[in-house]
């Protein structure tokens, strides 16, 4: 079976640009959470989407957006962007809501110029 | 305010040494817990978790933790650390209910040959 898929994989964007970033979780998972890692900051979770319902957000300004699709792949968006934005997010799922494992994909690196 | 701690952000052993990795919670209700371990440009993966029952876990790589209410704890131990376990390793809470996870800072383990 297929693990989670992240494309792309490198990204370098201006500031006040805007990023899409897509995520492609493991066959018959239909829970998609999103996550950032920076080296100051650790990681932190973004929000959680189940049936095309965001679930669960965490403390990100308005600027991060999600969506989900009906065949449970998922979508990041990131407008306006600043330096800040600089980081590796990772996209995770898991079969169900609740307290399952979660598969990570290998990740984006955004930069922000 | 729900959190995860490690309070140790580099730890270094020698090869063939016994590891311990400490984690502490702070949550309302008992969390479930997990230890993931992301290496260089891999993936997060999933060691070892907690749900209810025995509080002696065994997972994966030949990695334990110990779930200890009183001290609210969740504790990773290897007996004998090779080579290949450097990297870096975070233990996470999730509260039922909340479908999100809270990772802890992250431990950075160095294996000494």
């Known amino acids: 079976k297929a693990g989670v898929t992240q494309t792309p994989r490198y990204l370098i964007k201006t500031r006040g640009q805007q990023v899409t970033l897509s995520c492609s979780p493991i066959?018959?998972?239909?829970?998609v959470s999103w996550y950032q890692q920076t080296p100051g900051q650790g990681l932190q979770f973004l929000f959680e989407y189940f049936s095309e319902t965001q679930r669960n957000k965490g403390n990100f300004p308005g600027r991060f957006s999600g969506r989900q699709f009906s065949n449970s792949r998922s979508e990041m968006n990131v407008s306006t962007l600043e330096l800040g934005d600089s980081a590796l997010y990772l996209c995770a799922s898991s079969p169900d809501l609740g307290p399952n494992e979660q598969f990570f994909g290998p990740g984006t690196r955004l930069t922000v110029l | 305010a729900q959190s995860v701690t490690q309070p140790d952000i580099h730890i270094t052993v020698s090869e063939g040494a016994s590891l311990e990795l400490r984690c502490n919670y702070s949550y309302g209700a008992t969390p479930y817990l997990f230890w993931y371990v992301q290496s260089p440009g891999q993936g997060l993966q999933l060691l070892l978790k907690?749900?209810?029952?025995?509080?002696l876990v065994q997972g994966i790589k030949g990695f334990e933790a110990e779930f200890k209410r009183s001290q609210s704890s969740f504790n990773l131990r290897k007996p004998s650390v090779h080579w290949s376990d450097a990297a870096e390793y975070f233990c996470v809470g999730e509260t039922s209910g909340t479908y999100k996870y809270i990772f802890g800072t992250g431990t950075r383990l160095k294996v000494l040959a």
């Open positions: 907690y749900f209810s029952g025995d509080t």
């Open positions: 066959s018959g998972h239909r829970s």
